[in-house]
């Protein structure tokens, strides 16, 4: 130790020029002695400049200067300068190299007052021109020199932000929902509610007359439409025929929403009865090139319609889609308007005047139905258009959430995903702390500032960050296909937006800045005296900032793998669950056409020619709702009992086709018993919730019709599996109010498919058949549940990958400083085995951390997530311990790589130096 402090002592003075010759000898004989500082005496000699003496009056006045400062030190007055190299007095006069003359030390030593570091970052930009370029430079030169350290930072931060970028580009879309309605701070659907036991519950429908009523009972209301969604028109042209959806609406619809036109007029496009206003992608399926104003096309096949206006499609983020707008006089056409106050159905949304507020609109407009049927216990109440996307979910009559709550979790994730990135560099710079200490010790010594080094840090990681963003968004764009298919939406990256570019670079930045953060400050604050002496290493300390970054990584890793179980085994058991309902071969079709006039005949024929097993009607497919009521009325009702009921229509041969369980009577059988128009089966739950001791021949009457009861059913369940069983009535037909065949197939093949369809074709030859399984259908209705899941797997994968590149790094780490401790241990005989274990037991510590950490956080968020579920899984012990092992695997194949190499590397080569 005491000759390498001789070594940089003569150093010093060489550099100072104040080494004499004997000196300057005695120097190279010990450079010769030990190879390995001829290197950093190079980089010293490089950055060393010195200055010419100009004037020999410069240096005794800088001396006399120097003398003034130490003696006012000395006085205890110092106004806080301080001087920055020895007395000149210490300064031996033995004689000289012979070479150019040297500058006193007093003559190098400038005096100013000390700056913040703010203004020390500023002048160090604003004084040297050429300062950025040399950062870019010398960043780039360290990138090229360290291949596989740059391409593993690249990847993880790639990655990462492409995962960011993604979850980010949803996001703003969220946030810029409807924006394009010039009168969008004005618009306001209309809801309902209505209190009762106690609770409030709200929902988005009204009755038809609420509309008409609110635009010529108030004047602060503007423009009031209503909304009737249709999926079941065919727009037919000539040889062309289009099944798709729109809505029947008011006259002002156009006028309210913003939707911009290509041809016609929005004041009178919706008018005429017959009248119908296209969309741009629709008009071109039909016509083609052709102008699509003035053309006549046919619904359903008997009505002519004369298309009045074309409008662009609606975007991706807006709450109003369609690809068709009738007008609402059409609806008595089909008599399908109804002017119940007690019945809601259709949306509502209305228009206020300027300076109309919501709180003023909600106290006048609350009782309008009560006003025209006191009967009706229900109010209703404004819900503004920019709340209708993100606080849209309603708990006993408040907002309570809705879009706001995937808002945040995806912002979390994009947060954990870019932050976890970032750790990943972190821990990958600071591993190679020791390779570049020295280079930091040199430059200090050379007089670099520590601002200076912080700005070469910090340029080296902003340049990985470029090169990784590039790299991030190539990956976004070929992710987004994947991306749109996931969340249902069309997003495009706009490549030619120049706000885009600007926000891209913004983001770049800001990642390269908060991922070289740490990296920057810590390789900066390196002392040179104890970095070129070698004792700055502190990699056996207990706690230290790499291992808390990989304790975060690895807490972020075990969560999502918690969340990722838990979210596919509660899937697994919604779909497991047995829904009362037979649903193999079952199959579906819309009645449409002449579908209902000639159903017997279809029937007859499917069932003769072997193609059905069974074939029935209802007013909905078993697998939807379509229908409920709180109106029935039976002996024995409280006056406060209310109780909602699903509603189905049912016909023939119902229980038979659904292969539902009679528990209690007898099926509907309109052949043997036509009183069973007005029969109605019950489920054993509807049973129970009217208190019906004896329900087979009991009388249950509704606002229009008396019914009785023929049969009790098992229960089943129409709706989300996932949601508690509901009570359901089937009525008698009544009416032909049937919206759907229903029939199970004797064979799921092609040609049973095949001969299917030409029956209906034959009975119903204007339309399209479309035939839908009811099993597929059940299946969509956890699309929302799987795509959860599969949004958590790919990024528990990608957090995965990250803490991986993070772990490996810290292993490389401590590989490169416990190299000697390996040497020695192998000397003195430790197998490989023990070296292996000896370097792993510290990263499987951390793994250990990170789980006890993670555990309890997943375990609250599952616990609130199932809470959304009234049918739902247990938390089981068994996912924690199978995480936990999960991730000591991940750990251990991870670093043992790294643990084998240092084992097994020479120990010769780690002490020779020794």
């Known amino acids: 130790m005491q000759e390498q402090d001789r070594i940089w002592t003569l150093i010093c003075r060489q550099l100072a020029g104040e080494a004499t010759v004997h000196e300057v000898e005695e120097l190279n004989r010990m450079l010769q002695e030990d190879p390995e500082l001829t290197f950093t005496m190079d980089m010293l000699l490089n950055y060393w400049q010195q200055r010419k003496v100009e004037d020999a009056e410069d240096s005794v006045q800088a001396f006399d200067r120097l003398k003034q400062k130490l003696d006012a030190i000395e006085s205890g007055i110092s106004n806080g300068n301080r001087p920055v190299a020895l007395n000149p007095q210490q300064q031996p006069a033995n004689q000289h190299v012979s070479r150019p003359p040297a500058i006193p030390i007093a003559h190098r030593i400038t005096w100013k007052k000390k700056t913040s570091r703010t203004r020390k970052l500023f002048a160090t930009l604003a004084t040297s021109s050429g300062a950025i370029n040399n950062y870019v430079k010398s960043s780039c030169r360290t990138l090229l020199r360290n291949r596989a350290f740059s391409a593993i930072n690249i990847i993880g931060l790639a990655v990462g932000m492409a995962g960011a970028m993604l979850l980010l580009f949803w996001i703003l879309n969220i946030f810029t929902f409807d924006n394009f309605h010039t009168k969008r701070e004005r618009i306001y659907q209309v809801y309902s509610r209505e209190t009762q036991s106690g609770q409030t519950a709200v929902w988005g429908s009204t009755p038809h007359p609420v509309g008409p009523a609110l635009k010529d009972g108030w004047p602060q209301v503007e423009e009031a439409v209503r909304m009737n969604w249709v ?21 002002g619809f156009l006028n309210v929403f913003d939707f911009p036109l290509l041809a016609g007029d929005r004041q009178t496009a919706l008018q005429n009865k017959h009248s ?61 308007e109804n002017s119940e106050w007690g019945s809601s159905s259709i949306t509502t949304c209305v228009l206020l005047k300027p300076g109309v507020t919501e709180s003023a609109a909600n106290k006048m407009l609350a009782n309008v139905i009560k006003q025209h049927d006191p009967k009706v216990k229900t109010e209703v109440f404004l819900h503004p258009m920019r709340k209708w996307q993100l606080w849209s979910r309603f708990d006993n009559g408040k907002i309570v959430g809705g ?31 020791e390779k570049r200490a020295k280079e930091v ?52 990256i706009p490549f030619s937006n120049i706000g885009f570019w600007l926000a891209a670079l913004g983001f770049v930045v800001v990642t390269g800045v908060l991922a070289g953060s740490y990296p920057a400050f810590y390789l900066s604050a390196f002392r040179p005296v104890k970095v070129l002496k070698g004792t700055f290493r502190l990699a056996h300390a207990m706690v230290t900032p790499r291992k808390v970054l990989v304790v975060v990584q690895f807490t972020f890793a075990i969560i999502f793998i918690i969340c990722t179980t ?86 023939q041969d119902f229980t038979h086709t659904m292969n539902l369980k009679v528990v209690a009577g007898r099926d509907l059988d309109l052949k043997q018993y036509p009183t069973d128009s007005t029969g109605m089966l019950l489920t054993e739950l509807a049973v129970k919730r009217m208190g019906l001791k004896q329900p087979v021949g009991a009388i249950i009457k509704d606002e229009q019709f ?25 009525q008698g037909p009544n009416k032909d109010w049937f919206g759907a065949i229903s029939f199970r197939l004797a064979d799921e093949n092609k040609n049973t498919i095949e001969s299917v369809e030409k029956i209906f074709r034959k009975y119903n030859p204007e339309y399209p058949f479309e035939m839908r399984m009811a099993s597929r259908e059940h299946t969509e209705k956890f699309r929302g549940e799987r795509n959860t899941g599969e949004l958590a797997t790919v990024f528990a994968g990608l957090t995965i990958l990250i803490s991986c590149l993070g772990l490996f790094a810290l292993a490389t780490y401590m590989a490169e400083s416990r190299i000697r401790e390996i040497g020695v241990r192998k000397v003195l005989g430790a197998s490989v085995s023990a070296l292996v274990a000896l370097l792993s037991t510290g990263f499987l510590k951390l793994v250990f951390i990170a789980f006890l950490v993670a555990s309890p956080i997943a375990w609250w968020m599952m616990h609130n997530w199932l809470g959304n579920f009234a049918y739902r899984i247990e938390v089981g012990w068994w996912v924690f311990g199978m995480t936990g092992l999960i991730s000591v695997l991940i750990a251990v194949c991870t670093v043992t790589y790294q643990a084998l190499k240092a084992a097994t590397a020479s120990p010769v080569k780690a002490l020779r130096n020794e």
């Open 566 to 651: 838990i979210i596919y085994r509660q899937i697994l058991h919604i779909q497991k669950r047995d829904i009362g309902i037979d649903l193999d071969k079952l199959a579906f079709v819309y009645v449409k056409g002449d579908m209902s006039k000639n159903y017997e005949l279809i029937k007859h024929e499917l069932l003769t020619k072997g193609l059905a097993k069974s074939v029935t009607r209802t007013n909905s497919p078993i697998t939807d709702i379509w229908s409920n009521t709180d109106r029935y009325s039976w002996e024995g009702k409280g006056a406060d009992q209310h109780v909602n009921f699903i509603q189905f229509l049912a016909d």
């Open 276 to 336: 119908i206003v296209l969309t741009e992608e629709t008009a071109a399926r039909l016509f083609g090139d052709e102008p699509a104003v003035g053309k006549v096309i046919k619904i359903d096949s008997n009505v002519n319609f004369t298309v009045t206006a074309v409008v662009k499609n609606p975007p991706g983020n807006s709450s109003i889609d369609f690809d068709y707008l009738v007008p609402w006089s059409y609806m008595k056409d089909l008599k399908w």
């Open 441 to 492: 010790g040199i430059r200090k010594v050379a007089g670099a500032a520590r601002i200076s080094l912080v700005f070469q840090f910090i340029s080296e990681s902003t340049v990985i960050a470029l090169i990784a963003g590039v790299a991030g968004l190539m990956i976004a764009q070929l992710a987004l296909p994947w991306f749109n298919t996931l969340t249902g939406q069309q997003f495009v």
């Open 231 to 251: 999926g079941a028109f065919v727009l037919k042209y000539g040889d062309k025929q289009l099944q798709t959806m729109g809505f029947l609406t008011d006259p």
């Open 403 to 433: 879009g706001i709550e995937i808002v945040r979790l995806m912002g979390i994730i994009a947060a954990f995903i870019l932050l976890i990135a970032c750790i990943n560099y972190m821990n990958m710079s600071t591993a190679r702390s």
């Open 706 to 730: 008396t019914w009785h009861v023929v049969g009790v059913v098992r229960d089943f369940i129409p709706g989300s599996p996932a949601q508690p069983i509901s009570p359901i009535v089937l």
